[in-house]
């Protein structure tokens, strides 16, 4: 049994659980770290800047490290106000995206003759999953989170009982004692 695989398994496990009981936490937790991350990378964007000669390309690094530093502070300042205003806005996208594609293909049915029965499920779905998009975005995102750390849990108990069954079978050798090899032939 390799134990980087179980122990792996075993983390899988309770990230999974972490994202079904606190979806909201995991959420703010990715906020957190992204804040961090881009803290960082702002610091070294702006350090890069003044190390080049080139005006452009320093007012370019000097710009993206800014945007990258106020970004940082904010998600890390107000991880949960940053996580829950991207999600938002990210939800409603999706939720334009989906009900714009479904009248493109209404529009394009009707234009190029083509029924609405072979297409009915490519436009009706995407408008179902539009309007619950538009309704509840935060409620849809935790669910999409507890999805994930299903799948998590899921996914993680295969790879244990998978790593349990296939451990490999271990023969211990026979000691001969010195002097004693003549007598095996």
Do not use: H
Not at 160 to 167: D, K, L, S, T, Y
């Amino acid at each position: 049994m390799r134990i980087t695989n179980l122990a792996l398994g075993i983390i899988i496990s309770i990230l999974g659980l972490i994202f079904i009981f606190a979806p909201k936490f995991t959420i703010t937790l990715f906020v957190l770290v992204a804040g961090i991350t881009l803290l960082v990378a702002g610091v070294i964007m702006i350090i890069q800047g003044f190390s080049t000669n080139s005006r452009i390309i320093r007012n370019s690094f000097f710009y993206r490290g800014i945007s990258a530093l106020i970004i940082g502070i904010l998600s890390t300042a107000v991880p949960s106000f940053v996580a829950g205003v991207t999600w938002t806005i990210f939800v409603y996208v999706i939720a334009g995206y989906l009900l714009i594609s479904s009248i493109i293909k209404i529009v394009y049915s009707k234009r190029f003759s083509i029924p609405l029965d072979n297409i009915v499920v490519d436009i009706i779905i995407p408008i179902v999953f539009g309007i619950l998009c538009l309704f509840m975005p935060l409620k849809l995102g935790a669910t999409i989170i507890r999805l994930i750390g299903v799948v998590g849990v899921v996914v993680s108990i295969a790879l244990i009982i998978r790593e349990v069954r296939n451990r490999p079978i271990v023969v211990e050798a026979e000691v001969v004692p010195p002097g004693d090899e003549e007598k095996q032939d």
